[in-house]
């Protein structure tokens, strides 16, 4: 599993994109970058998976660059309720295994 | 589909005690995944089960916690002599067979105080 590393915290205001940045320089070719999010007293859940380029779903878009040695998680337009951490994972995904969560992101979000 | 379903949602006891956490998976997943939070600390993967089988046990104490699968009925994770450490949350995931492993489904977690 490649080790990652994101910011302890960011802070944003509603309305705003927010970008939160993954480093994983030893990623495998293999490996797929998935990212989560965690609300206060609740469990994870899954935000959004990719494994090279742009994907885009409901909730947020993550941008991988070619050399898939970081990722960027965006957030569109946030609102209070993003409030949360979030966490990014990467690691073969051929067959069902543990996640290994790191420390991740604590955003939060101001009025 | 109802998501996955953790009971009981709070759970007391006093030390020395069993704590018994139950988790039924979404309907058609055939892999569970046991995970802990403590106070302010991210989650710690503790066991990965298939119906009948532990895969991965890597995660768990090797004392006084055991977890199961069985054929029918939910998974069990069953803590013996509970102590305050033990003190956390404990969360169940689910994944369907074949399908993205990263792509984990949870539930609400069972919330676990001993006094």
């Known amino acids: 599993l490649a080790k990652t590393t994101q910011p302890i915290s960011m802070d944003s205001y509603e309305g705003q994109e927010v970008n939160i940045t993954c480093s994983h320089n030893?990623?495998?070719?293999?490996?797929?970058i998935t990212w989560y999010q965690q609300f206060p007293s609740q469990g994870p859940r899954f935000i959004i998976q990719?494994?090279?380029t742009k994907v885009t779903n409901e909730v947020a878009s993550l941008f991988i660059p070619a050399d898939r040695k970081s990722s960027t998680l965006s957030l569109p337009r946030v609102s209070l309720s993003d409030t949360a951490v979030y966490y990014c994972l990467v690691g073969e995904d051929s067959s069902a295994s543990k996640i290994i969560f790191g420390s991740g992101t604590r955003l939060s979000i101001r009025p | 589909n109802a998501g996955v379903m953790q009971n009981p949602r709070h759970l007391v006891r006093r030390r020395g005690q069993e704590a018994r956490l139950r988790c039924s998976p979404m309907?058609?997943?055939?892999?569970v995944y046991w995970y802990r939070q403590l106070p302010e600390e991210g989650l710690k993967f503790m066991v990965y089960?298939?119906?009948?089988?532990?895969?991965?046990e890597s995660g768990m104490p090797k004392e006084r916690f055991s977890a199961e699968f069985p054929k029918e009925g939910p998974s069990i994770l069953r803590i013996q002599q509970v102590v305050r450490g033990d003190s956390a949350a404990y969360f169940c995931?689910?994944?369907?067979?074949?399908?993205?492993?990263?792509?984990?489904?949870f539930g609400p977690g069972t919330r676990l105080t001993v006094t």
């Open positions: 995931a689910s994944s369907p067979e074949g399908r993205a492993s990263y792509e984990q489904y």
């Open positions: 309907k058609g997943h055939s892999h």
């Open positions: 990719g494994y090279k």
């Open positions: 089960l298939q119906k009948e089988n532990i895969i991965d």
């Open positions: 030893n990623i495998a070719t293999n490996d797929y």
